[in-house]
């Protein structure tokens, strides 16, 4: 098969490079000549695990290439993938389409033949109407059919996630369409990884929504269950643990933390309430979530305001890990930007520690000391914060830690220190969701 993929971001550039992995001819088209010229050095332009590795062998092999000639490589495509940013819109929340109906209206001009439109991005119910109304409007003869693919990757687990996903789904109306988008999956239905499931384009489109929203609620619930069991001394890890055994309910995404971030579930959620109140059908469940979530954030600086005594005025924090998760280098809704911020509104002075965040991190926080280690970052503070679970931080050598921080005060927004470790160290331990037991003496 030949693939364009028009869009080098997240989902463009892992989708590329895994599709040209399966074995098919891909061409990765991005107007960003700057982005182009690096991954022609094999530089990536993001921070994913194992894809530079993926696209450099994929390149020699000579079934994956890139250019900012979209009219160059769309031709003789087979389907022509629509990998572009729908960032939320300035002040109303819907998704943005702008780059959306521009790419296609480029596509449709410039195929030669016909082909499968297929839109990967995150898009509202109707998008794909709308991409087939630009079909009709400039090239009805050319043959060309509109599908949705909706893509359900995680960041810091990209490539995994592509190659073995638990599910693929097709929207298509169109039964050639179809015929095209299994041809392109047969090597993940070949060795029964995943199984493709086609529906109608308008469901497909909404499945996307359902699943992000649906996760946010998951994450959400557990959230608020885990400040439930700071007031009645349960804990959280047993109860997710507890419930997660069911079947019906499902042990993944119950890792009560700081709130969700990221470049998907917020703007996601936003977008799905427009589509429902659009549609007069309030989704009120999603509207909790966002709203709850929003202000979690900010709740998570006081809840170190409060371990650190109530009053941080000229005492310093040490924060490890910025980005919204760990295994990436992506800082947007990140937690730690509000959290941050509510301790320098409080007059804490911030130092602090990424693995792979911090350019990035320089964008969205001032006057915060960015440091080249966990230790350094610990030097002299009241207090250590873990935000991101990034695996380094796992085995801190906490006697080290201890004798460089001004106080043994550990919070863990991750629960990812058990407090018998943190305890035989000689660190008062704040988590999530856990009994007051392990509550730091005051400051
Ligand atoms: C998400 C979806 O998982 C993916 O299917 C979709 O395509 C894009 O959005 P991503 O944003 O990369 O992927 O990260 P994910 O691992 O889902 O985490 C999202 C946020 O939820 C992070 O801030 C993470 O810390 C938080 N989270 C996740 C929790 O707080 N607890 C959990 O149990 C799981």
Redesign the pocket.
Known sequence: MRIAMIGTGYVGLVSGACFSDFGHDVVCVDKDARKIELLHQNVMPIYEPGLAELVASNVKAGRLSFTTDLAEGVKGADAVFIAVGTPSRRGDGHADLSYVFAAAEEIVAALDGPAVIVTKSTVPVGTGDEVERIVERIAPAKGIKVVSNP??????AAIADFKRPDRVVVGSEDENASQVMRDIYRPLSLNQSAPVLFTGRRTAELIKYA??AF?AVK?TF?NEIADLCEQVGADVQEVSRGIGMDNRIGR??????P???????PKDTLALLKTADDNETPLRIVEATVQVNDSRKRAMGRKVIKAMGGEVRGKTVAILGLT??PNTDDMRDA?SIAIIQTLQDAGATVRAYDPEGVEQAKRVLKDVAFCASPYEAADGADALVIVTEWDEFRALDLGRMKAVLNRPLLVDLRNIYPAEEAKRAGFALIGIGKPAESAPAAA
Not at 151 to 156: A, D, P, V
Not at 252 to 257: E, I, P, R, S, V
Not at 259 to 265: K, L, N
Request: proline share 4%.
């Open positions: 893509e359900f990757l995680r960041e810091g699943a992000n996760l994450i557990i993944k995404f119950l890792n009560a933390g709130g969700y971030g990221g470049s998907c579930f919204f998760k937690p």
